[in-house]
């Protein structure tokens, strides 16, 4: 671990601060997570930090930390499997530690007037790099992504539980379900 590497624990409580500091802020709250984010994903331990979860999306997830609230996850994301577009009732950041992933930032296009239908209009279109950052939040909360590279790790943070009924969108056919999952991925 490099000298300018944070602990777990200092990243979280430098999250929960700007949480705090920048409420109703989102590019404020975003620009300080990444900060600190970014000094956590300069060490080359985290699969020995933290602890096992059953992930909702991923194969292979971990605790990085966990208080109750606030969740720093690490999970694998398996190349060429993508997590289809999906909203949270929250803000949600994802950051790659390892490997490429492809990262969409969705809005919807409809007036949400028809169940089960939705129309999808793409306003963030990236790759992520290791060190980069996303955050999506309310009312633009929905992403997909997809890994690029074998051996993609992603780092994501959410602050609380999610809203109980996620809409999993099918953009191809302008369809969605509803799934019910209120812990974090
Ligand atoms: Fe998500």
Redesign the pocket.
Same mark, same amino acid.
């Given at each position: 671990m490099s000298a300018t590497a944070i602990s777990a624990r200092d990243c979280a409580r430098r999250i929960a601060d700007a949480i705090e500091a920048h409420r109703g802020d989102v590019p404020a709250l975003g620009a300080a997570m990444e900060r600190a984010l970014g000094e956590l994903m300069r060490r080359d331990d985290l699969f020995e930090l933290g602890a096992p979860r059953e992930g909702n999306?991923v194969a292979v997830s971990r605790y990085l930390y966990f208080d109750g609230e606030l969740s720093i996850l690490l999970y694998e994301v398996p190349k060429g499997r993508p997590?289809p577009p *999906? &909203? *949270?009732g929250t803000w949600?950041t +994802?950051s790659v530690w390892r490997g490429r992933m492809r990262h969409v930032v969705y809005e919807r296009a409809d007036d949400g007037a028809r169940p089960g239908h939705a129309e999808l209009r793409a306003i963030d279109d990236r790759v992520l790099a290791p060190g980069d950052f996303a955050i +999506?939040a309310p009312p633009r &909360?929905i *992403?997909?992504?997809v890994a690029l590279e074998d051996g993609t790790w992603g780092i994501?943070v +959410?602050n609380g539980p999610y809203k109980a009924e996620r809409h999993y969108y099918r953009p191809e056919d302008g369809t969605y379900e509803i799934r019910r999952q209120r812990n974090a991925?």
């Amino acid at each position: 671990m490099s000298a300018t590497a944070i602990s777990a624990r200092d990243c979280a409580r430098r999250i929960a601060d700007a949480i705090e500091a920048h409420r109703g802020d989102v590019p404020a709250l975003g620009a300080a997570m990444e900060r600190a984010l970014g000094e956590l994903m300069r060490r080359d331990d985290l699969f020995e930090l933290g602890a096992p979860r059953e992930g909702n999306n991923v194969a292979v997830s971990r605790y990085l930390y966990f208080d109750g609230e606030l969740s720093i996850l690490l999970y694998e994301v398996p190349k060429g499997r993508p997590i289809p577009p *999906h &909203d *949270h009732g929250t803000w949600e950041t +994802v950051s790659v530690w390892r490997g490429r992933m492809r990262h969409v930032v969705y809005e919807r296009a409809d007036d949400g007037a028809r169940p089960g239908h939705a129309e999808l209009r793409a306003i963030d279109d990236r790759v992520l790099a290791p060190g980069d950052f996303a955050i +999506v939040a309310p009312p633009r &909360d929905i *992403h997909g992504f997809v890994a690029l590279e074998d051996g993609t790790w992603g780092i994501t943070v +959410v602050n609380g539980p999610y809203k109980a009924e996620r809409h999993y969108y099918r953009p191809e056919d302008g369809t969605y379900e509803i799934r019910r999952q209120r812990n974090a991925r």
